[in-house]
């Protein structure tokens, strides 16, 4: 699932390709490809990983590997600032002095896969501050900018990697997990809204459909049917909110094969019908 932002600009010609941006908090589950730092802004939030539930307080910074499943919880109109780090540009990459093991454990989840950084920690100064500097450089975008976002960035890494808050694993099998999971994923985010099953995305991907089912309950903790409804019902959220495409259609370009599938699916995880979310929702414009 991609990122949602209330505010973004635009990934920025560093070779980092970062972007900023302000996330919409939803109670839905997210995975992307990104590396994601980002700071508790206003308020607090709970966060749910693969690995626990984490408190998180006004201030409170916390980073998330790539390919992982997370959802944050919106108490009190909480809001989280977020910088996105794609690392998965072969081209960047060469023109980077980032030695190729951090890269290669970050993009393959040979890593840490959830941090957080608070303010009584040592480094948290330095490394808010950093935050900071790259948000407001990345919107700003003032003569040369790039250069300094760069080199926030190379700080921010460097004091997450120098006080363990990342570490790399030198694990080979771990690391063809998560390539084999992310074929999946990338092939089910463009193909959700189709007739897709187990049976389709072994034969996409040549992998069993035992070995498939058993990646998204290890490293996901979940279920490859529940994995693409929570795709659907998302977009299904997006079209109620930003359009006026009728809620039968909307059904149909979400990948259900019918209105009363969609309804009944919509009313489990939202916790209310299609018709009410999209006024819910638009009153809050």
């Known amino acids: 699932m991609d990122f949602d932002f209330l505010r973004s600009v635009s990934g920025s010609s560093a070779a980092f390709r970062v972007v900023c941006g302000e996330m919409v908090l939803d109670d839905r589950w997210n995975v992307h490809?990104?590396?994601?730092?980002?700071?508790?802004?206003?308020?607090?939030?709970?966060?749910e990983t693969t690995s626990g539930i984490y408190s998180l307080k006004q201030g409170d910074i916390y980073v998330i590997a790539p390919n992982q499943r997370y959802r944050l919880f919106d108490?009190?109109?909480?809001?989280?600032?977020?910088?996105?780090?794609?690392?998965?540009n072969p081209a960047s990459l060469t023109q980077e002095y980032i030695p190729q093991h951090l890269i290669r454990g970050l993009t393959t989840g040979n890593c840490t896969h959830f941090a957080k950084i608070s303010p009584e920690d040592l480094f948290y100064a330095?490394?808010?501050?950093?935050f900071r500097i790259v948000t407001k450089a990345e919107n700003e975008?003032?003569?040369?900018?790039?250069?300094?976002?760069?080199?926030?960035?190379?700080?921010?890494f460097y004091m997450l990697f120098a006080n363990k808050y990342i570490e790399?694993?030198?694990?080979?099998?771990?690391?063809?997990?998560?390539?084999?999971?992310?074929?999946?994923t990338e092939y089910i985010n463009e193909h959700f809204c189709e007739n897709i099953s187990l049976e389709t995305i072994a034969n996409t991907t040549g992998l069993s459909r035992y070995y498939v089912s058993h990646l998204f309950k290890d490293l996901l903790n979940t279920t490859?049917?529940?994995?693409?409804?929570?795709?659907?019902?998302?977009?299904?959220?997006?079209?109620?909110?930003?359009?006026?495409?009728?809620?039968?259609?909307?059904?149909?370009?979400?990948?259900?094969?019918n209105i009363s599938n969609f309804n009944r699916a919509f009313k489990m995880y939202f916790d209310t019908t299609p018709s009410k979310y999209r006024k819910t929702e638009r009153q809050k414009f």
Request: hydrophobic share 45%.
């Open 33 to 47: 490809c990104e590396v994601t730092l980002a700071t508790v802004r206003v308020g607090t939030t709970m966060i």
């Open 75 to 88: 108490f009190n109109k909480t809001v989280v600032d977020v910088i996105l780090l794609n690392l998965s």
């Open 126 to 130: 330095d490394m808010i501050d950093a």
């Open 141 to 156: 975008r003032f003569d040369f900018f790039q250069l300094l976002v760069h080199g926030k960035m190379y700080e921010i």
């Open 168 to 184: 790399i694993y030198d694990v080979e099998s771990q690391g063809k997990k998560y390539r084999a999971l992310r074929r999946i």
């Open 224 to 257: 490859f049917v529940n994995y693409v409804n929570e795709l659907r019902l998302s977009r299904a959220a997006t079209l109620l909110t930003t359009t006026d495409t009728p809620v039968i259609e909307i059904a149909g370009l979400s990948g259900f094969n």
